[in-house]
C-alpha cells in the first residue's frame, strides 16, 4: 500500500485539485447563488474526498488486514455440535468441518498475505492479457521508453491540444430550442415548427410590464447574503419623491401610445372590422375617464390625483353623488388591480409605484435559446429607453420584466441561465486545463 500511495498520491493531487479548482472557478464565474453554492459545495467534497482517501481509507485497509482479512465475520457467532459436512453445519459456515468456532473466530492456521510474503512462500498471481498489456507494454514499452516515441506522442497530443482550445472559445449558448422527443414527432414538429413564427391571434404571450417608482437599484441587498440566507433577497427600494404630477400623468399617457405604435406589441385583429388594436394595459387612461366623470378637469393637480387614484383604485362608489348610470364603462378600475401599489402614510393611501403593460410577441410556451431571448430583451430596452428619454424627467427611470413569473420560468431568467451556463462550461474547463499543465 506504501509503494501505491507513494505511486498514486500525487497523480491523485493533481486530479483533485484541477477538478475542485474548475467548480471554485464556476462558482466565482456564476451571478446565482444556487449554482455558486453548486460549485462551492463539489469543491469541497472533492477536497475532503482526496483528504480521505490519503488517510482514513488507508487506515482502514490496514486495520481490516491485520485483524479482520482471515476472520469470516458474523460466522464466528454460529457454533453447532452437528456431523461435519451436514446440512447444518454447511448452513452455520461449517465450523464442525473446519476444526471448531475457535480455528474460525482465531484464525487458526491462517496466514495474512503480509505473512506470507514476509516468509517468501507467496506465488505469483498469473495476469490476464489485458493486464499485462496496461501494465507492461502500454504506455510504458511502447511511448515511455523510447524518447523518440515519447517526443511523437507529446506532438499528438499539441496538435490535439491547440484547436481544441480555439474550438473552446467559439462556445456560444444554443442557438435552437431544445428538443424532448424526436425531430419527427407530431408534438416535437409542432413545438419546433410554433417557435419559427411570431405569435398569432390564438398564443398566450409574455406580458411586458413598463415599472415606475422604484430607486435606480430596485432591490436594497445590503446585508444580503443568498449563499447563507437564501429566503432574505433584499427589500424594495421605492422611490422617495414619487409623485403623480400633471406632467406625469401626460407622461403615462405618452409612454401608452409609444407601446402602441411599437412594431414589437401584439395587436388584437378584429375580423368583422378588418382593424387591428395593440394589446396595450393603461390605467391612466381609466383614470382620466373616471376624473372626467366627475366633473375634474384632467391632468389633475398632484394633491389632487393622489387623492382621487386611491379613491378609484378602491371602486367605492356608493356615496358618490354622480349617477352611476352616466359612468363610463372604460373608467371602472377593475382590470388595473395589479397595476398599481398602494402604502399607508399618516391613515391615508399613497401610490408608491405604477406600471402599464403590453402583450409582447413572446410566446409564454417557447422554448427559445437564449441568442433568441437576447434579441426580443433589447428590443425591450429600446422601447423602455424611449419612454424613459420623455418620461423620467417626472417619473424617474422605468424598467422593463417579462411577466410576473419568477425562476427560470421567467424568460430573462432563463436567458440569463443559459448565458451563465456556458459561461461557467467556459470557466470551469480553462481554469482546471490550466492548473493541469
Known amino acids: 500500500m506504501a509503494y501505491v500511495y507513494r505511486r498514486a498520491g500525487l497523480a491523485m493531487l493533481i486530479t483533485s485539485l484541477t477538478t475542485a479548482a474548475a467548480f471554485i472557478a464556476t462558482a466565482l464565474a456564476s451571478p446565482i447563488p444556487t449554482l455558486q453554492n453548486f460549485g462551492i459545495f463539489s469543491a469541497v467534497v472533492i477536497l475532503i474526498d482526496y483528504a480521505l482517501v490519503m488517510t482514513w481509507l488507508s487506515a482502514c485497509v490496514v486495520m481490516y488486514h491485520n485483524n479482520f482479512e482471515m476472520k469470516p465475520g458474523l460466522c464466528c457467532a454460529c457454533c453447532t455440535c452437528a456431523d461435519a459436512g451436514s446440512k447444518w453445519d454447511s448452513f452455520l459456515c461449517s465450523p464442525s468441518r473446519l476444526g471448531g468456532c475457535g480455528a474460525i473466530c482465531g ?7 503480509s505473512e506470507i510474503s514476509r516468509r517468501g512462500e507467496e506465488q505469483q498471481m498469473r495476469k490476464n492479457a489485458i ?9 510504458f514499452e511502447m511511448v515511455i521508453v523510447s524518447p523518440f516515441r ?6 499528438c497530443f499539441l496538435v490535439i491540444l491547440f ?9 456560444e449558448p444554443q442557438t435552437s430550442s431544445e428538443q424532448f422527443l424526436p425531430a419527427s414527432h407530431p408534438f416535437q414538429r409542432y413545438t419546433t415548427y410554433s417557435n419559427e413564427f411570431y405569435a398569432g391571434a390564438d398564443d398566450s404571450t409574455v406580458q ?6 422604484f430607486e435606480a437599484e430596485p432591490l436594497d441587498t445590503s446585508g444580503v447574503n443568498l449563499l447563507f440566507d437564501p429566503d432574505n433577497k433584499g427589500a424594495p427600494a421605492y422611490a422617495a419623491n414619487f409623485a403623480l404630477t400633471p406632467d406625469a400623468q401626460l407622461a403615462i399617457l405618452r409612454a401608452c401610445e409609444t407601446l402602441r405604435n411599437s412594431a414589437h406589441v401584439k395587436a388584437d385583429f378584429d375580423p368583422r372590422t378588418g382593424r387591428s388594436t395593440p394589446i396595450v394595459s393603461c390605467f391612466i387612461e381609466s383614470f382620466r375617464d373616471f376624473a372626467l366623470w366627475r366633473n375634474l378637469s384632467f391632468p389633475l393637480s398632484t394633491d389632487a390625483a393622489a387623492a382621487v387614484i386611491a379613491e378609484w383604485a378602491s371602486g367605492d362608489d356608493t356615496a358618490s353623488e354622480f349617477p352611476l348610470e352616466s359612468r363610463p364603462e372604460t373608467s371602472l378600475p377593475q382590470p388595473y388591480e395589479q397595476d398599481l401599489g398602494f402604502a399607508l402614510e399618516d391613515g391615508a393611501l399613497k401610490l408608491i409605484w405604477l406600471k402599464i403593460s403590453a402583450a409582447s410577441l413572446l410566446k409564454e410556451r417557447s422554448r427559445l435559446p437564449s441568442s433568441e431571448l437576447r434579441k426580443h430583451y433589447d428590443a425591450w430596452e429600446s422601447i423602455t429607453s424611449e ?5 423620467s424627467r417626472w417619473l424617474g427611470d422605468a424598467f422593463q420584466a417579462a411577466g410576473v413569473e419568477a425562476e427560470s420560468r421567467n424568460k430573462w431568467i432563463n436567458m440569463v441561465l443559459q448565458e451563465t451556463y456556458v459561461q461557467m462550461a467556459a470557466t470551469g474547463v480553462a481554469v482546471g486545463g490550466a492548473i493541469a499543465l
Open 107 to 113: 484464525s487458526e492456521g491462517y496466514s495474512t498475505s
Open 131 to 139: 493486464t499485462r498489456f496496461f501494465e507492461d507494454t502500454f504506455p
Open 150 to 155: 515519447r517526443f511523437i506522442s507529446i506532438a
Open 163 to 171: 484547436p481544441a482550445i480555439w474550438k473552446s472559445t467559439q462556445l
Open 208 to 213: 411586458m410590464q413598463i415599472v415606475w417608482g
Open 387 to 391: 419612454i424613459n428619454r420623455d418620461a
